[in-house]
């Protein structure tokens, strides 16, 4: 995943704060968007905030869903959406784990609600990639 992060962050934002202090702080970013990825988005808001608790509780102040907060804005504003689409958090937290799950070959299953923005992300991903 750091590899993947490097190469797809390096050409986009090298003026972003991540670029602008030592090569550790990018390290630290691709680690807790993995720890967002393989854990915390499977969570429901309950047991989400438990989680960064004890994450917070065991390394100290992250700034771990700020820094998640980040990284899917950032995803959410290279995506090129139709008129009409409300950037929900639903909808960035798909997009976000389908693009980084698809460009690290990892498989990737979304289970939601109905309208929960689950087909759309993965169209919106899709037809991004093809550069539609």
Request: aromatic share 12%; with cysteine.
């Amino acid at each position: 995943l750091l590899k993947t992060y490097q190469k797809f962050r390096a050409n986009k934002l090298t003026s972003h704060k991540c670029f602008n202090e030592e090569g550790d702080i990018e390290q630290q970013r691709a680690v807790l968007v993995a720890l967002g990825l393989t854990y915390y988005f499977r969570l429901n808001s309950s047991y989400r905030k438990d989680y960064v608790k004890r994450l917070e509780q065991t390394y100290g102040d992250l700034e771990f869903e700020q820094t998640l907060q980040e990284e899917m804005d950032f995803y959410m504003n290279e995506i090129r959406l139709p008129p009409g689409i409300a950037k929900t958090k639903a909808l960035k937290e798909n997009l976000f784990c389908i693009v980084a799950c698809c460009c690290t070959k990892l498989p990737l299953i979304i289970v939601g609600e109905p309208g929960s923005s689950k087909t759309l992300s993965f169209n919106l991903a899709a037809a991004n990639f093809k550069g539609a």
